[in-house]
């Protein structure tokens, strides 16, 4: 089992990012996949998650109405569509794997992606 997460880069305020997390050696729809992120000197924050199987979706308050989170079945990847970005939105985000279709708290996930640094600045 395998998390590949991509997507990040530079972008000034205001602007856009798409992170990918390709799932493989699992069918990642039958299982809850989250976003976290984690800026220097601050806490583990939970940002985004997709249920498994219904699809149903979660967000932070700090992003919500601004990021959308996705699930391409065909390709086993959830996406992270990140619009209206703020300097506050600079972090390394990881996606993690829900051993079941149920989010769970960061702690509980079974698998890691790499993580990927997002940096909003101009």
């Known amino acids: 089992v395998q998390l590949q997460a991509s997507g990040g880069g530079l972008v000034q305020p205001g602007g856009s990012l798409r992170l990918s997390c390709a799932g493989s050696?699992?069918?990642?729809?039958?299982?809850?996949i989250g976003w976290f992120r984690q800026a220097p000197g601050k806490e583990r924050e939970a940002v985004s998650c997709?249920?498994?199987?219904?699809?149903?979706?979660y967000y932070a308050d700090s992003v919500k109405g601004r990021f959308t989170v996705s699930r391409d079945n065909a390709e086993n990847t959830v996406y992270l569509q990140m619009n209206s970005l703020k300097p506050e939105d600079t972090a390394v985000y990881y996606c993690?794997?829900?051993?079941?279709?149920?989010?769970?708290?960061?702690?509980?996930?079974?698998?890691w992606g790499q993580g990927t640094q997002v940096t909003v600045s101009s």
């Open positions: 993690t794997k829900s051993p079941s279709p149920a989010p769970v708290a960061v702690g509980k996930a079974d698998y």
């Open positions: 050696g699992f069918t990642l729809e039958h299982y809850a």
């Open positions: 997709i249920r498994g199987s219904d699809g149903s979706t």
